[in-house]
């Protein structure tokens, strides 16, 4: 008997499409349950309070690296990693810069954002001139403006797997494997304008617009409500 799978996450959430793709790719039923509020990540996700996390039957699973390798072992075709140990551990290690490079953009928007809210509460000329100077700081000793220069990170980001996929379908390999997954995962948040701007970049890389709708065309199936 297959085992139940639940998903918990939100499903514009970069982690959660990556566990999603995965779940398409190997056919898998599975039920997708979206948090309502922040009393659900503390319900769902009790030990790190991060979703997504996934239950099979009565096991949780809270990290999507490690659902992804769950689900190799329910389901071993098609596999998510390289039957070459080489190519395998490429394909773990880009996995592994996608989730991280991409989401220290995500949080210095965060933080940002939440600055930019604060300095519009402050109306004292030392408040603004403090402002300033934190500013120029956070550009790395620039007057470039802060979200400029997370933008131009996120555009080097682009640029550097448009340099490492070169002419292949895939990252490593010439089937989708669970580092496709991951930056398809991102790069789908970007070009929902996760961080505002980052979609017109997405959309200026023609390799990458190319390649999502690969891992797209290798991974359509639909979605649970």
């Known amino acids: 008997m297959a085992p139940k799978l639940t998903l918990y996450g939100p499903p514009r959430a970069p982690y959660t499409e990556k566990c999603v793709r995965a779940l398409a790719l190997k056919g898998l039923d599975y039920e997708l349950r979206e948090p309502a509020g922040p009393e659900d990540y503390t319900r769902w996700s009790p030990v790190t309070g991060m979703l997504p996390v996934m239950t099979v ?80 700081l956070k550009a790395g000793g620039t007057w470039e403006r802060p979200e400029t220069g997370i933008l131009r990170g996120v555009d080097d980001r682009m640029l550097d797997l448009v340099n490492l996929l070169g002419s292949r379908r895939f990252f490593y390999s010439e089937r989708v494997s669970m580092a496709d997954l991951a930056v398809y995962g991102m790069l789908n948040t970007l070009s929902m304008d996760a961080i505002p701007g980052a979609a017109r970049y997405v959309a200026s890389y023609a390799t990458l617009v190319e390649f999502m709708r690969r891992v797209e065309s290798e991974t359509r199936k639909e979605m649970p409500a």
């Open 57 to 136: 039957d009565d096991e949780r699973i809270d990290d999507s690296t490690d659902i992804l390798l769950k689900l190799d072992e329910i389901q071993p075709e098609p596999p998510l990693l390289s039957p070459d140990p080489t190519v395998a551990a490429q394909q773990r290690n880009l996995e592994d810069w996608a989730d991280e490079s991409f989401l220290w953009y995500f949080q210095q928007w965060l933080r940002l954002s939440a600055g930019q809210e604060q300095k519009r509460a402050e109306s004292t000329r030392g408040a603004r001139a403090l402002a300033r100077v934190g500013a120029w």
